[in-house]
């Protein structure tokens, strides 16, 4: 920053800063301050044991096959066609294994994506958040989605973590400094994407496409 004032001057600056994500606290942090019900969260005991069961009825043999896999709130299946061969449907499987999950301490939702695609975006944040974070090829079955406080758990590592759907893990700062920019502290809830619009009014431009954000005047001079 020392050497933007000195190249352009203080006064011919504006600078923008936020974070990639928020962060959810450590869920033993949580209950010691607030008492609230807060869990790390893990399925890997579980994951292995369906895969076993899915040796079993598909046949495979030794060793066992990986055919779910799980990633931080993410179900992939790996089947390659092998259940349809042997009239195994997927969707029974997926409604078995959901009706387990959800009976986990720290869970609050499993969701299929086609069920993503149905839901109400403007009213279910949740939704949305899972939406914009799946690509259309990920391959993933199912979403698993923790208790407001709860973490994945990683064994032997006590962190705090990110990457849920979540208030915490999706709320971050926005700071606006420089020319133009009006002081002061604004608590109403703003998002990443009104940033490019505030800055197109604050340097007098006209986006040549629609945007997804809107100008945040109040925090402007002009």
Known sequence: MKRLIDRVGRDNMVIVLTADHGVTSFP??????????????????LISAVNRDLDRLAGAGSPPREWLEFDTGMLFLHDNGRFAAIGLKTDSILDALTSRIIRIQGVARVIKPADLARADTASDPVARRWLHHLAPDAGVVLTVT????SVWDVPNVPIAMHGQPSEDDSRVPIIFWGR????GSYTGRMNTV??????????S????????????TEALLR
């Open 146 to 149: 923790l208790q407001p406080a």
């Open 194 to 203: 009104d940033i490019a619009p505030t800055l197109a009014v604050l340097l």
């Open 28 to 45: 033993e942090r949580t209950r010691a301050k607030t008492g609230a019900a807060a869990y790390r969260v893990l399925l890997d005991t």
């Open 180 to 183: 133009g920019v009006r002081g």
């Open 205 to 216: 431009v006209s986006p040549l496409s629609l945007v997804d954000g809107h100008a945040r």
